[in-house]
């Protein structure tokens, strides 16, 4: 099963749920917005994937919570993507016990088909 975590009036998210659709595959899809990911699910992407790759330093949020001016280490990054979802870069994609951060439709044609 894929799981797709993101929001839908993301770019990147709504070309992901398009790729899935468009091949006819099947996923299911959870809102930062409406429903929250937990540090259980944070630190277990991190095994996977580094903090440069999982941290969104180029979103509004970002911009918004003036982070940049913090100069903030991996371990406090941690807790911003904790509390504020939306630092997160999407979609961030579970499959096949792997983690998928971003949408590349190369990426996703040698991973889904």
Known sequence: MIQVYGITNCDSVKKALSFFKKHNLTYTFQDF???KVG??????????VDMKTLFNSRST??????????????DAKKEWLCKENLLIK????????????????????????
């Not at 961030?92 to 990426?107: C, P, R, T, Y």
């Open 33 to 35: 917005k409406t429903d």
């Open 39 to 48: 540090c259980n699910e944070i630190s277990r992407w991190l095994t996977q």
């Open 90 to 113: 999407r979609p961030v994609i579970e499959f096949n016990n792997s983690i998928i951060v971003g949408f590349n439709e190369d990426n996703f044609k040698g991973a889904f088909l």
């Open 61 to 74: 949020t970002y911009r918004t919570l003036k982070l940049k001016e913090l100069n903030l280490n991996d």
